[in-house]
């Protein structure tokens, strides 16, 4: 058979699909990492451009403000112009700002081109889960969902190991073939089924959807048809009856749930718990740290790769021990031994600052360092996304992830931005202090807060921020609910883009 006519498996297909959003989170993970190769070559004397030490946060952190922006503009775009022009508009802003940061004269126009990057950052973000999830089968679905944290730490680790061997303007240039390499196959990918569906257009998505599947999950396909359909059917009704409810006292009652309210409360001290466990400072100011921590004579640049490749090896880890253990065993004992890791790390930089303690030898500082970046990979940032996936209630799935992503996006930005000042005032040890005495208090406010949810039905983990099962006239309404074709729609939206998210 000649090439031209070579027909590919669904699964190929799918693997395409998603080797195409990987590779832009790849590029995600290279924005992430690139302070920590541009920051020490711009303070080097030889750098034709001179940057203030107060300028150096900015250029680190200003990427997660525009993030915030990002999160906003996913929604309309996959909405009005479909999931494919969407991850368009994540690829160009990536390209620009890598382009802009070759090609900069000025610090400004770094910052301009971070500031594009975070832009595009924000986008991907809410994208990636959507895209893979809408595009591939169930029954591959979640290996192919494992590839985004993976995808994320081999972005650091690269750009890492290529910054320390080029410029970092060579570096800023591999780095953008990412987005350009995705560009180019996102040409070959068609439309989202689930997309082509929701605009009537349903001999293409039939079309597009055996593309992807082949002709074995047609149950799904015609499922999602049917469902467009009663829910078109119903807003027609519902217009013309002119049923509306009172949508402030619709708020209130939602706001003032406990299945509401304790899931978000938990999610923000997890978001908190994530940043400051120590991955995005790491990612940015790796060098940093590492010489403060192993003293001037050691090789940054090459504990940096050591840590990154650690990293990624303790992500695969974390896919497998994370599907066979109790969520609350995984969370506390890791983090006990990421709290047990700062201050192990404070008093250890504390009692050679002081002349205590003068024994030298890097395997200590070493092996402290990679304790605590081993907590990081494998609990402190893999499971609050995946609690984040179990605990919020399906009917209000979407307001409780965007709420999680804005207190995720906002304490990176006060992470970052506040780092090199702490370190300033307090030194590492002061830093690293603080930081253990935030995640304990994090750690005891998700002790009181979260159930137990591996092994257990959304449903079940609900009724246990409730506090009990739901009565007769809630269940009854709850039914009623679920009945109703445009909220039954809705809801399996919900479900498809946040419950995806988790890693």
């Given at each position: ?12 297909k799918q693997s395409?699909v998603?080797?195409a959003v990987?590779i832009?989170i790849?590029?995600h ?5 690139f302070?920590a190769i ?9 750098s034709?451009l ?5 300028t150096e946060s900015?250029i680190?952190s200003v990427h997660s403000?525009?993030?915030l922006?990002g999160y ?5 775009i996959?909405?009005r112009?479909?999931r494919?022009?969407a ?14 940061i ?11 081109g971070r500031?594009l ?13 959507v895209l893979i999830g809408?595009y591939t089968s169930?029954?591959n679905r ?9 995808a ?6 690269f750009?890492h190991?290529?910054?320390?061997l080029?410029?970092w303007?060579?570096t800023?240039?591999v ?8 560009f180019i196959?996102t040409?070959f990918?068609p ?8 605009r009537?257009?349903?001999?293409e ?13 047609d149950?799904?396909l ?6 467009r359909?009663a829910?078109e059917?119903?807003i027609?009704?519902?217009r ?7 949508r ?5 009652h939602?706001?003032?749930?406990k299945e509401?309210?304790k899931?978000i ?7 908190i718990l994530?940043q400051?466990?120590?991955g ?6 790796s ?10 004579g ?8 050591f ?10 880890v974390a896919?497998?021990v994370i599907?066979?253990?109790?969520r609350r065993?995984?969370?506390f004992s ?5 709290v047990?890791s700062?201050?192990a790390?404070?008093a250890?930089?504390?009692a050679r ?7 030298d ?6 092996l ?6 081993f907590?990081?990979a494998?609990?402190?940032v ?6 984040a996936?179990e605990?919020?209630?399906l009917?209000h799935r979407s307001i409780c992830?965007s709420i999680?992503l804005m ?8 992470t970052l931005?506040?780092f ?8 590492l040890q002061?830093t ?11 750690l ?6 979260l159930p137990?949810?591996?092994g257990?039905?959304l449903q079940?983990?609900?009724a ?6 739901l009565?007769?006239?809630e269940?009854?309404?709850r039914h009623?609910?679920h009945a ?5 729609y809705k809801s399996k939206?919900?479900?498809?883009r ?6």
């Open positions: 058979m000649s090439a031209s006519k070579r027909t590919y498996s669904p699964f190929v395409f998603t080797a990987c832009n790849v590029c993970g290279c924005v992430m990492g302070p541009l920051l020490p070559q711009l303070r080097h004397p030889g034709p001179a940057v203030p030490k107060s900015w680190a403000i525009s993030m922006l906003f503009l996913t929604p309309p996959m909405e112009l479909g494919k022009l991850h368009y508009a994540v690829c160009i802003p990536f390209l620009v700002g890598w382009f802009m070759v090609m900069a004269e000025s610090v400004h126009v770094i910052i301009i500031i990057h975070g832009l595009s950052s924000g986008l991907l973000t809410t994208l990636r889960s809408e169930p029954r979640g290996a192919f969902l494992t590839t985004i944290s993976l994320q730490a081999f972005g650091i680790f750009v190991l290529v910054g320390s080029l410029s303007r060579l800023a240039l780095c953008a073939f990412f987005s350009y390499t995705s196959m040409m990918i439309e989202s089924p689930s997309w082509l569906v929701a009537g257009r349903f001999d998505c039939r079309a597009v959807f055996h593309w992807l599947r082949g002709d074995t999950e149950d799904e015609e499922d999602m048809i049917n469902t359909i829910y059917k119903a027609v009704r519902k013309c009856s002119g049923s509306e409810s009172s402030i006292n619709k708020i209130w939602t706001m003032t749930k509401f309210y899931p409360i938990l999610m923000i001290h997890g978001n994530m400051f466990a120590g995005t400072t790491m990612s940015a100011y060098t940093v740290i590492i010489g403060l921590l192993m003293g001037p050691a090789n940054a640049h090459f504990w940096m790769v840590l990154d490749t650690q990293r990624i090896i303790s992500n695969s896919v497998y599907n066979r253990t109790k065993t995984m969370l890791t983090g006990a031994l990421c047990v700062h201050l790390i404070a250890y930089v504390y600052h002081e002349g205590i303690f003068v024994y030898a890097i395997w200590l500082p070493a402290l360092i990679n304790i605590q970046f907590t990081v494998v609990g402190m893999p499971l609050p996304n995946v609690i996936g605990v919020f209630p009917e992830g999680s207190t995720g996006g906002s304490f990176m930005f006060v931005k506040t090199p000042y702490l370190v300033d005032a307090g030194g002061g690293y202090l603080l930081y253990a005495a935030l995640l304990t208090y994090n005891a406010v998700m002790w009181v807060l137990e949810t591996r257990k039905t079940q983990i609900e246990e921020f409730r506090g009990r099962a009565r007769p006239e269940a009854e309404a009623s609910l109703d074709p445009v909220e039954a939206l919900s479900l498809r946040c419950s995806s998210a988790v890693l």
